[in-house]
T-cell receptor, first 112, second 114 residues
Framework: DAMVIQNPRYQVTQFGKPVTLSCSQT?????MYWYQQKSSQAPKLLFH???????NEADTPDNFQSRRPNTSFCFLDIRSPGLGDAAMYLC???????????FGPGTRLTVT | EDKVVQSPLSLVVHEGDTVTLNCSYE??????LLWYKQEKKAPTFLFML????IEKKSGRLSSILDKKELFSILNITATQTGDSAIYLC??????????????FGKGTSLLVTP
């Protein structure tokens, strides 16, 4: 089945220790998105790739970076996680907008 | 600033009841409105609406968009306990900084009791 896969599903990291979350898709979608969802809040877009073009939201902290080495994979790097970065990180994909976005299962990040 | 407002924020109903969830939006260069269901995991896609007045239906769920009044509703008939979830509304605009962002509302938390 075509799908969006995120690894790991749960990640614990220490304050200030870099962490990488990964997302892969078998849907062959052009666009891949990373959202941050904190408890009881709506998902908030951090950035997205349209093919190889990177688009950063204006209020995404510099601490967050992303890489998309090929169509199928996209990574979220948090360079120095703070306690406030603990959240569910959702990866989504879509064909060229305004198509619907399909979400992966998410990675729940805990920062100790 | 783009804005999506959902109401009510939470709702408790009995099995068999019909519920209507509301979503109003103000989005620059509106392209589409999407509804998602979120249980204790990632959102799952329900509907995408781009045209006014055309109802989309999937089983007991239906949704409609009013582009003049800038709102959408999601109806669930004959609710079941499995419908308990957070329902997210998101509006997609074409002129945000990223160009393709989904602006999510805060969600409506629905609890269906037996």
């Amino acid at each position: 089945d075509a799908m969006v896969i995120q690894n790991p599903r749960y990640q614990v990291t220490q304050f200030g220790k870099p962490v990488t979350l990964s997302c892969s898709q078998t849907l062959n979608h052009n666009v891949m998105y990373w959202y941050q969802q904190k408890s009881s809040q709506a998902p908030k877009l951090l950035f997205h790739y349209y093919d190889k073009d990177f688009n950063n939201e204006a209020d995404t902290p510099d601490n967050f970076q992303s890489r998309r080495p090929n169509t199928s994979f996209c990574f979220l790097d948090i360079r120095s996680p703070g306690l406030g970065d603990a959240a569910m990180y959702l990866c989504a994909t879509s064909l060229s907008p305004p198509d619907e976005q399909y979400f992966g299962p998410g990675t729940r990040l805990t920062v100790t | 600033e783009d804005k999506v407002v959902q109401s009510p924020l939470s709702l408790v109903v009995h099995e068999g009841d019909t519920v209507t969830l509301n979503c109003s939006y103000e989005v620059t260069n509106f392209r589409s409105l999407l509804w998602y269901k979120q249980e204790k995991k990632a959102p799952t896609f329900l509907f995408m609406l781009t045209s006014s007045g055309i109802e989309k239906k999937s089983g007991r769920l239906s949704s409609i968009l009013d582009k003049k009044e800038l709102f959408s509703i999601l109806n669930i008939t004959a609710t079941q306990t499995g419908d308990s979830a957070i329902y997210l509304c998101a509006a997609q605009g074409a002129a945000s900084i990223s160009g393709y962002a989904l602006n999510f509302g805060k969600g409506t938390s629905l609890l269906v009791t037996p």
